[in-house]
């Protein structure tokens, strides 16, 4: 059984920092893509970051860049998210998600990864 599990959300004040991680287990996901995506109240699931299969590619959201580093170890089968100069708008539940098929790049469409950890409450207050 495949699973992705996040942790290290909390309540972190503006400008702060906090560090996401995501730990697979039941298969490797060396060869595919591996991203962050987030969804706050009342708000559909947006894209935050995402991380080629051989980590010599990245994107991110335009609200996160310069701010939000995404990255990941194969020795560990983990994805990581390290957040800095948090703001209230980053507000949210934060999923970590994997695609099946491996293949070059990234997408920042939620319909191209099969698995999803069940999400880390990251919430910013001023």
């Known amino acids: 059984q495949v699973q992705l599990v996040e942790t290290g959300g909390g309540l972190v004040q503006a400008g702060g920092s906090l560090r996401l991680s995501c730990t697979a287990s039941?298969?490797?996901?060396?060869?595919?893509?591996m991203g962050w995506f987030r969804q706050a109240p009342g708000k559909e699931r947006e894209f935050v970051a995402a991380?080629?299969?051989?980590?010599?590619?990245?994107g991110y959201t335009d609200s996160v860049k310069g701010r939000f580093t995404i990255s990941r170890n194969h020795a560990e089968n983990a994805l990581y998210l390290e957040m800095d100069s948090l703001k209230l708008e980053d507000t949210a539940v934060y999923y970590c998600?994997?695609?099946?098929?491996?293949?070059?790049?990234?997408?920042?469409?939620?319909?191209?990864?099969?698995?999803w950890g069940q999400g880390t409450q990251v919430t910013v207050s001023s």
């Open positions: 991380i080629s299969w051989n980590t010599g590619t990245t």
């Open positions: 039941g298969r490797t996901f060396y060869g595919n893509a």
């Open positions: 998600a994997a695609e099946s098929i491996p293949r070059t790049g990234w997408r920042t469409s939620a319909n191209a990864y099969t698995y």
